[in-house]
């Protein structure tokens, strides 16, 4: 009777050892993430801040309300006609070079809207900044989709997407009393220098998962078990080798790809979403300015809360997508659910139009735009439906599709604006933009899955 007991106890033995001598999983990934994060909010503060220096800018350059939103739009003309060779390029250079010269080129362009003396300058820089911040986006979603698993990937998308909004949230009364001590030209100088620095943190730090010192390999498998492309080579930017993953492109596949509803229908969704995102990055401050005529600490006080309530939005939109996902819930539902939640919830905006109190107003606008935070989830569906080889071109095409937003909303708010004197109609506006994206959603993309091109 000794003998099994002596058996068992051994066996306990080895198995426990065994337990002992696995390590345990790194955490690489969350290093990048945290990257990911605040590049994504220096991106977002350098195309923003016209917005906030909007108000004084305008008096000082006798700039009228047309013209501003022309101003507003065109940084996305470049920006959209850029997406498609942006993701060439990171296709071709792959993410660690491909970040490193948006960060540092774009951080250039918004340093240098500090220095000009008229509306030309002004309008030659942003038609460069949206040249240069064309594949960072993108760029996220390759780096999202190489380093996380797919159960992970709305999470992380969703903490890289909410440094779109934390910054505006947290540094909004600071860039509002940095401008009102010393002018709006000193915002694009202070922001554009702390892109160009962090564009070298980014070189020293990034790595792929296989060259990261900090990622181990039950991390590594961890990450390629859930569907992580850790099995491509070194890229050229990092090593110097010959790049990997070259896809053998030709034009007509951006045809091929818009035929699969998937795609053509988050394309519309996200146009709706951005639309309403759009109007906060341009158009906000203007709008409490004038039309609720707030002073400039109040705007600065006033201007956090959508902000913080778009923050809160992103966060909870990722992690009930990825909350579902894991509770057994199809793709379908889990990363469709949110967004369409979000985008119906968002329209929501044209109630402000109809309350006098400023409180309500915020509280208003402050719904809005936590909802139009829930519905930032498209790019973790690009990851999810972009075939092998193209997550570049796919997501440069999702990008051009959703950043025409950036080129229509400010130009209708403008026209409006300057011919009604209101910004009544504009909210109207951005409201059904963000219906019709709920509709999208719930009548084009149909099946979450992984688009398979047949030649």
């Known amino acids: 009777m000794s003998q099994p007991t002596q058996s068992s106890s051994a066996n ?21 993430l945290a990257l990911l994060a605040v590049g994504t909010m220096i991106n977002y503060l350098d195309r923003t801040v016209l917005g906030i220096a909007a108000p004084q800018l305008t008096k000082e350059l006798g700039i009228n309300a047309a013209l501003m939103g022309l101003l507003f739009s065109v940084f996305s003309w470049s920006y959209v006609a850029s997406q498609i060779p942006g993701g060439l390029f990171l296709d071709r250079f792959g993410s660690k070079l491909t ?10 362009c918004t340093l240098a809207q500090g220095l000009v003396n008229g509306v030309g300058g002004l309008f030659a ?33 969703g903490t890289y997407t909410v440094g779109e909004y934390i910054g505006l949230a947290f540094f909004s009364p600071f860039l509002f009393m940095l401008m009102g001590a010393f002018g709006w030209r000193s915002l694009f100088l202070v922001v554009g220098g702390a892109g160009i620095v962090f564009g070298g943190i980014w070189w020293m730090f990034y790595r792929e998962p296989r060259d990261h010192p900090s990622a181990n390999q039950a991390e590594l498998d961890y990450i390629e078990a859930g ?22 492109f030709e034009w007509r ?78 793709a379908n539902v889990a990363r469709k659910l949110p967004i369409i939640a979000g985008l119906l919830l968002a329209s929501t905006i044209i109630l402000a139009n109809y309350v006098e109190s400023n409180v309500a107003v915020i ?6 735009f936590f909802a139009q935070g829930m519905a930032a989830l498209g790019w973790t569906l690009v990851s999810d439906i972009a075939p092998d080889g193209l997550l570049g071109v796919t997501g440069g095409i999702f990008n051009f599709a959703a950043n025409l937003a950036g080129i229509i909303t400010p130009l209708v708010v403008g026209f409006i604006v300057a011919a009604t004197g209101s910004f009544v109609g504009a909210l109207v506006f951005i ?14 993309v149909g099946d979450i899955k992984r688009i398979v091109l047949v030649h």
């Open 99 to 108: 970040y490193f010269l948006s960060m540092t080129l774009w951080s250039l």
């Open 125 to 157: 820089f942003r038609l460069g900044l949206g040249v240069s911040e064309a594949p960072c986006f993108p760029t996220n979603s390759r780096v999202v989709a190489t380093w996380f698993p797919q159960s992970e990937r709305a999470m992380a998308t």
């Open 12 to 32: 306990a033995t080895l198995q426990t050892d065994a337990a002992v001598s696995t390590p345990r999983r790194s955490k690489a990934r969350y290093q990048i």
């Open 431 to 444: 409201g059904v933009i963000a219906l019709i994206g709920a509709l999208s959603y719930i009548f084009i």
């Open 253 to 330: 596949t951006i045809g091929r790809l818009l035929k699969h509803r998937q795609l053509t229908g988050i394309c519309l969704g996200q146009f709706a979403g951005n639309s309403t995102l759009v109007f906060f990055l341009t158009w906000f401050p203007t709008y409490l300015a004038t039309e609720r005529h707030m002073a400039w600490l109040k705007i600065g006080f006033f201007a956090i809360m959508p902000f913080i309530a778009a923050s809160i939005g992103v966060m909870f939109g990722g992690l009930f997508s990825d909350w579902l996902l894991r509770r057994g819930k199809s």
């Open 227 to 248: 569907g992580g492309l850790t099995h491509r080579k070194k890229e050229a930017a990092a090593s110097g080798a010959e790049p990997a993953a070259k896809t053998g």
């Open 363 to 368: 509280a208003i606008l402050s719904v809005a």
